[in-house]
């Protein structure tokens, strides 16, 4: 079945670092691929997302560009900031189903 | 402003008992959405709506049910609560048809332990 494997985290790192926070999928045909954040005490928000391969989605100074030949979908922001401290989930969705399946979530620490 | 609510925000409760966790909705959205999450499993499906006196199961149903009798709310009952099920448990809405490229809006979750 389809699936989302998610870097391990916690990821620390100090403002103003770059970020990569990896993802890779696997599934049929050709999901939407998406990143939500969850900031301590909230519920998930969309970050962004992509629908077709080779497009980048970018949101907030992060991005992250569909790649089918290797199903990835990595998260990176060239500057963290403090308020960038939050898990993060990579998602999909595939073609015909209602099931958005998340990965397990990577926690990123940003230190001042 | 639109939002998306759950209640209670914390909840305990012991073994055996039925429990029901609240989402209400004010984006006028068709899709609700019930998910857990659990360390190291992400959010997991468990029962979703397209519409009014919709309801259909997701991949950890066992144990869970959801009525929908408007289009503003989905309520989550455990019948029998289990140990099993502490969790943080959200509640999300969507508009569109097509979940490949629809957003979903999460409430702020549910913290249930059961004793």
């Known amino acids: 079945g389809d699936s989302v494997t998610q870097m391990e985290g916690p990821v620390t790192l100090s403002e103003e670092a770059f970020l990569t926070i990896n993802c890779t999928y696997t599934?049929?045909?050709?999901?939407?691929l998406f990143w939500y954040v969850q900031y301590p005490g909230e519920g998930l928000q969309l970050l962004l997302k992509?629908?077709?391969?080779?497009d980048k989605g970018s949101n907030k100074g992060f991005e992250a560009t569909y790649r089918k030949e290797t199903t990835s979908f990595h998260l990176e922001k060239g500057s963290v900031q403090v308020s960038d401290s939050a898990v993060y989930f990579c998602?999909?969705?595939?073609?015909?189903?209602?099931?958005?399946?998340f990965g397990a979530g990577t926690r990123l620490f940003v230190k001042a | 402003d639109a939002e998306i609510t759950q209640s209670p925000r914390h909840k305990i409760t012991e073994t055996g008992r039925q429990v029901t966790l609240a989402c209400h909705q004010t984006?006028?959205?068709?899709?609700m959405f019930w998910y857990r999450q659990d360390l190291g499993h992400g959010l997991r499906l468990i029962h979703y709506?397209?519409?009014?006196?919709?309801?259909n199961k997701g991949e950890v149903s066992d144990g869970y049910s959801v009525s929908r009798s408007n289009t503003e709310d989905l309520p989550l009952t455990l019948e029998s609560a289990a140990s099993s099920q502490t969790s943080v448990y959200f509640c999300?809405?969507?508009?569109?048809?097509?979940?490949?490229?629809?957003?979903?809006?999460f409430g702020p979750g549910t913290r249930l332990t059961v004793l």
């Open positions: 992509a629908t077709k391969a080779d």
């Open positions: 999300a809405s969507s508009e569109l048809r097509d979940p490949s490229t629809d957003t979903q809006y």
């Open positions: 709506s397209y519409g009014v006196h919709d309801t």
């Open positions: 599934a049929t045909g050709y999901p939407s």
């Open positions: 984006w006028n959205h068709n899709n």
């Open positions: 998602a999909l969705n595939n073609t015909g189903g209602f099931k958005t399946i």
